[in-house]
C-alpha cells in the first residue's frame, strides 16, 4: 500500500508548526488536558529547554550571541512564553545579524 503524498501550503506548515509548539509548551509546563489553563507570562530557562529539546547552554549561547531575548531576575534567566513561542517557529528574527560583525 503506498502512503498518499501530502501537499500543504505554507500557511498550513506554519499554523501546524503552531500548534505543535503551543501543545509541547502546555505539557511541558504540566497541562493536564483536561482544562486549558493559561500560560504563564514567562518561564524559566531550564523548562525552556526542555520545550525546545536544546540544552540551556545552547539556549544561553543564543541569548548572548543577540538571537534570542531574556529577562534576568537575580541569577535566574526567564523568557517571555510568547516571544519564546514565536522565537520557535522563526517568526522573531534579531535586529542585526550578529555574525556580520565577525566578517
Known amino acids: ?10 500557511a498550513q506548515v506554519e499554523q501546524l ?11 511541558a509546563l504540566g497541562s493536564n488536558g483536561q482544562k486549558s489553563e ?7 530557562l531550564k523548562k525552556a529547554a526542555e520545550i525546545s529539546g536544546k ?6 549561547v ?3 550571541i543577540g538571537n534570542l531575548k531574556c529577562m534576568h531576575r537575580g541569577s535566574r534567566i526567564y523568557l517571555d512564553t510568547d ?3 514565536r522565537w520557535l517557529r522563526g517568526e522573531d528574527e ?9 566578517k
Open 17 to 27: 508548526i503552531a500548534n505543535s509548539v503551543a501543545k509541547g509548551i502546555q505539557m
Open 38 to 44: 493559561p500560560l504563564p507570562p514567562t518561564i524559566p
Open 55 to 60: 540544552t540551556p547552554n545552547a539556549l544561553r
Open 94 to 102: 534579531p535586529e542585526s545579524n550578529p555574525l556580520e560583525i565577525l
Open 62 to 64: 543564543q541569548i548572548s
Open 1 to 10: 500500500m503506498d502512503n498518499p503524498i501530502i501537499v500543504m501550503s505554507p
Open 83 to 85: 516571544y519564546f513561542q
